[in-house]
DNA sequence: TTATCTGCAAACATTTTGCAGCGAG
DNA sequence: CTCGCTGCAAAATGTTTGCAGATAA
């Protein structure tokens, strides 16, 4: 079993406070400046094992970088980024987590996850058109 | 501009040849598998151009390796993948399509392309828990 | 010809791992 | 006391880049 250390606690706080997705290195240097004494490795496996007993979630940036944000059971959203300015809006979409939900059950599955992402070209953007 | 080397038309052959995603180094193995002489470099700068291009699409694996794949156009569907197993099957949600162009409409955005990954266990495995 | 592309290997960034010592239980 | 956790630095991965030579146009 885990053994509550002062530098596990420090990263369960920190996540705490914190709402958006954040990578290892930017939360390992937060708990830097915060004075928290930690190595970057104790922050990877400490996030590791969170993620791994669903306390957290995962996600990858554009780039590559796993991303971290505690785990919010419910009251999802998701995005929708312009690929010209890169300009986001969150959305909401009940008719999405329902279709995802019905779309499982249709083939037998269950506990359905989902991962959307709308990319577009924002009002702005269309037009500016050069 | 692009020159059309014999290294770029067998990497976009080859794409044209599969339809699901593969990585950078996949696709590399199976252009020397098919006696191409390519670099890694080579195929790693060929999909960056044509993702610039438009020509592909990339997104991310859960481990943080890029995928491409040639660009549909339209008429795509999506999957469903048992985190178990990994069975997947083949969805079709008119439902979603509609719902992304209206939330992208809605917001002003145009030209909306969406991902949509759905994961979840699968009858077999549901069954099976041992 | 000549600017672009290629291949190689070295450079990079992120994440993982080996190991000696620390410390929670 | 013990065994898991930590920190460091070294290793592993996936991707990018510098450079000299090949090559499409």
Same mark, same amino acid.
């Given at each position: ?36 004494? %930690?190595?970057?490795? #104790? &922050?990877?496996? @400490? ?33 929708? &980024? =312009?690929?010209? =300015? ?9 008719? &999405? ?5 019905? &779309? ?11 991962? %959307?992402?709308?990319?577009? #070209? ?5 037009? #500016?058109? @050069?």
């Amino acid at each position: 079993m885990q053994r509550m250390t002062r530098q596990r606690s420090a990263v369960t706080e920190l996540l705490a406070d914190l709402d958006d997705f954040r990578s290892a290195q930017q939360l390992h240097e937060l708990l830097r400046a915060q004075g928290q004494g %930690i190595g970057l490795a #104790t &922050v990877y496996r @400490t996030l590791q094992s969170l993620a791994d007993g669903g306390e957290i979630d995962v996600l990858r940036s554009e780039d590559g970088e796993a991303l971290y944000r505690r785990c919010e059971r419910q009251e999802h959203h998701h995005h929708l &980024v =312009c690929r010209r =300015c890169g300009a986001t809006v969150e959305i909401d979409g009940p008719s &999405v987590e329902t279709w995802a939900a019905q &779309v499982g059950a249709q083939h037998g599955f269950a506990d359905i996850e989902h991962t %959307i992402e709308l990319t577009g #070209t924002c009002a702005t953007c269309t037009g #500016t058109e @050069t």
